[in-house]
Nanobody, 126 residues
Framework: QVQLVESGGGLVQPGGSLRLSCAAS????????IAWFRQAPGKEREGLSC????????YYSDSVKGRFIISRDNDKNTVDLQMNSLKPEDTAVYYCATDTFCSRATLQQPFLYDNWGQGTQVTVSS
């Protein structure tokens, strides 16, 4: 059974940075994708970025491209999301999720993702 645990959320000032981690375990296949989503109060869940295990391909939504960087840490078995130049509108609960593959298109379809973590709160405020 796949398990995902997010960490690294917190309070940060506008313009600051934060690094989220998604600890993933229980995969039965070597090929999978891990994506980061977020959901702000009253808004739909938004796909941000994803990375595929087979070739380390990465994809980003337009809203975070150039500010957020997704990466894998094989030593820690985590997928991290480095978030830079944070804005108040980045305030949300951030989730990681898995699927067999990902793309910019699948980031817009959160229902495709099979397993989800419990989320971690990110608040950007002065």
């Amino acid at each position: 059974q796949v398990q995902l645990v997010e960490s690294g959320g917190g309070l940060v000032q506008p313009g600051g940075s934060l690094r989220l981690s998604c600890a993933a375990s229980g995969f039965t296949s070597d090929y999978y994708a891990i994506a980061w989503f977020r959901q702000a109060p009253g808004k739909e869940r938004e796909g941000l970025s994803c990375i595929e295990s087979r070739d380390e391909s990465t994809y980003y939504s337009d809203s975070v491209k150039g500010r957020f960087i997704i990466s894998r840490d094989n030593d820690k078995n985590t997928v991290d999301l480095q978030m830079n130049s944070l804005k108040p509108e980045d305030t949300a609960v951030y989730y990681c999720a898995t699927d067999t593959f990902c793309s910019r298109a699948t980031l817009q379809q959160p229902f495709l993702y099979d397993n989800w973590g419990q989320g971690t709160q990110v608040t950007v405020s002065s």
